[in-house]
């Protein structure tokens, strides 16, 4: 495994606590909705925080490629370098 490749694995296991964690959210917007609120928050913060989590969540679950491409940029340079070759 290379380092390229365990950092997608890191990346798809934190993006799955980032939904297991907008999964926790949007059970948190039921309650709110049957009585239980905590003085200070919103139906809003809720909803925001569901949907914030879930989004980063299930980027980060797809495998995140720009972060990936971001930590990693000379894994696609070749394929880049090759291209441009082609091309002329």
């Known amino acids: 495994?290379?380092?390229?490749?365990?950092?997608?694995?890191?990346?798809?296991?934190?993006?799955?606590?980032?939904?297991?964690?907008?999964?926790?959210?949007?059970?948190?917007?039921?309650?709110?909705?049957?009585?239980?609120?905590?003085?200070?928050?919103t139906?809003?913060?809720?909803?925001?925080?569901?949907?914030l989590t879930l989004g980063v969540g299930l980027y980060l679950l797809r495998g995140a490629p720009h972060l990936v491409r971001f930590a990693f940029p000379e894994a696609d340079a070749p394929k880049e370098a090759q291209e441009n070759e082609h091309r002329t």
């Open 43 to 51: 139906i809003y913060h809720y909803i925001a925080a569901a949907f």
């Open 1 to 41: 495994m290379s380092a390229r490749d365990a950092f997608g694995l890191i990346l798809r296991v934190l993006g799955l606590l980032g939904v297991l964690w907008g999964i926790f959210y949007l059970g948190s917007i039921v309650y709110w909705l049957l009585g239980t609120r905590v003085p200070g928050y």
